[in-house]
């Protein structure tokens, strides 16, 4: 049993270990070997054992589905020698989240998952350090599966954008009669086809936003609020009036600056207020309030529509949800983009439902710091 002893002592999740540490892990372990595109385990089924790799590589890959489908199995990293996989034997969950398919012959430690739980919970001082470094493993791991898939999207998306532009150009020659006249029945027809690949394009711009929201990539800059709010309402009014909601707007006409991406704000906001205009019946009110709370801006949409279910809530905010009893178009990134701008900013946002003062409808509520570096205050009519 020595080398086995060896290998977990130089391995990513017991490295460190005193030695009669590592002997009672030892007496846990039994060596497996498996051939090349053999599978070691499925997404899915029970957990029972935990892997460390003595020689070879593992493939982790997971089931990406987007939407009803058995979905496409991608994968999401490589496990080479020293590194640990199959933690799920030793979490509260024991049901596997990936799948583990070697990537030629492959020598691995199996543990016996329920015997190395026993143990961590018997020795506190040895299982703090074990599921220190747990979670950091898992951690990384998820950082780099949610990473993965964001390239996937982005190169995806990005290759379908172009040849979709080309179609919508080509729509828009014929509907402008350069290529020739035509009937009014081909008209609808290609408008009809010309609205659904702008709709695509838009949900291809939100995958892409999805891969590279982040606060190094944005262009930060002093900016008012008032401007982007101003802006914003030209833009959603219309939507408004054309659902016959009352859209109310609320902002001081002294507000600091912030630091930001004027854009992205303008984003967070038109997607907050489309949003709310979406779900709140004919009469109702959409109600936009900006004020200050000590260090941050403080920014309120408050609608009278349908409200969010408390089990919605939790995942309000997820990449790719829609509300499970809403049948409407989208793809449920308006307010998982919304979520990544603010943060961007250093900001926090989140949802109440029903609204704690009117006790109908939702209250999506976020922060931004305020910009110290600037005029503290600026007056502009809203």
Request: glycine share 10%; net charge negative; with cysteine.
């Amino acid at each position: 049993m020595g080398s086995i002893k060896q290998v977990l002592a130089r391995s990513q999740l017991f490295e460190g270990l005193a030695d009669g540490e590592l002997d009672k892990i030892t007496r846990l372990c039994r060596e497996k070997v498996y051939e090349a595109g053999a599978t070691i385990f499925t997404e899915g089924e029970v957990a029972k054992e935990l892997y460390i790799v003595e020689d070879g590589r593992v493939v982790l890959e997971m089931t990406i589905r987007f939407g009803p489908g058995s979905g496409r199995r991608g994968s999401i990293d490589v496990i080479t020698k020293g590194q640990a996989f199959g933690w799920s034997a030793i979490a509260e969950s024991h049901i596997l989240t990936m799948s583990a398919r070697c990537m030629e012959k492959t020598k691995v430690i199996a543990l016996d998952g329920v015997g190395l739980r026993r143990l961590l919970e018997e020795d506190s001082h040895m299982g703090h350090k074990v599921m220190k470094r747990l979670v950091g493993l898992v951690s990384s791991r998820l950082r780099h599966a949610r990473d993965t898939l964001a390239h996937i999207l982005s190169i995806a998306s990005h290759d379908l954008k172009s040849p979709l532009a080309a179609v919508e150009s080509y729509h828009q020659v014929m509907l402008g009669g350069y290529a020739g006249e035509i009937t009014e029945k081909q008209k609808n027809m290609l408008l009809r086809s010309s609205e659904r690949i702008r709709e695509l394009l838009d949900l291809i711009d939100n995958i892409l936003d999805i891969s590279r929201i982040d606060a190094r990539e944005l262009k930060m800059e002093a900016t008012s609020l008032l401007k982007v709010v101003e802006s914003t309402r030209g833009t959603v009014q219309p939507l408004a009036e054309e659902k016959g909601v009352q859209l109310k707007v609320e902002v001081p006409q002294e507000l600091p600056l912030v630091t930001g991406a004027p854009d992205r704000l303008q984003q967070v906001f038109t997607n907050l207020l489309g949003n709310a205009i979406k779900f709140t019946p004919e009469g109702g009110t959409v109600a936009l309030k900006v004020g200050e709370e000590g260090d941050h801006i403080l920014v309120e949409v408050i609608d009278t529509g349908i409200g969010i279910s408390p089990e919605e809530l939790p995942r309000i905010f997820d990449d790719f949800y829609r509300g499970l009893s809403v049948n409407s178009s989208g793809a449920g990134l308006g307010l998982s983009i919304a979520k990544k701008i603010v943060e961007a900013h250093s900001g926090k946002i989140w949802v109440e439902s029903p609204c704690p003062e009117s006790g109908t409808g939702s209250k999506f509520t976020f922060t931004l710091p305020k910009n110290f570096d600037t005029i503290q205050g600026e007056k502009e009519a809203v």
